[in-house]
């Protein structure tokens, strides 16, 4: 199994990417995907998740407005839209799958884990 974060990178403060993750799991419907970040000296911490069972969605309220979870199960495809990018969003994401349907999960019901991609916002 193999979880494939792209589309991080520098950009400037109010500017805006979207992360991509693409997963290599068989049922990739019946998973919760969900993004965290990490930034230096920081522990990591989620930041969106979207249900497997009925496509709800959570997200931290440091992006809440900013951010959005989507994705595309014909392509095992979860999707993290960025806007209005803040220097304090600088960190790497990594996007992880769980069984669990919540999208409350907790972190240690992710199982399987991306490599992480880095984002950079400048002021």
């Known amino acids: 199994v193999t979880l494939v974060e792209s589309g991080g990178g520098p950009v400037q403060a109010g500017g805006s990417l979207r992360l991509s993750c693409t997963a290599s799991l068989r049922a990739f419907s019946k998973y919760t995907m969900g993004w965290f970040r990490r930034a230096p000296g920081k522990e990591r911490e989620p930041v969106a998740a979207?249900?497997?069972?009925?496509?709800?969605?959570w997200h931290a309220d440091s992006v809440k407005g900013r951010f959005t979870v989507s994705r595309d199960n014909a392509k095992n495809t979860v999707y993290l839209q960025m806007d209005n990018l803040r220097p304090e969003d600088s960190a790497i994401y990594y996007c992880a799958a769980s069984a669990d349907w919540r999208v409350t999960s907790p972190t240690k019901t992710y199982t399987n884990w991306g490599r992480g991609t880095q984002v950079t916002v400048s002021s």
């Open positions: 979207i249900s497997w069972a009925d496509g709800g969605t």
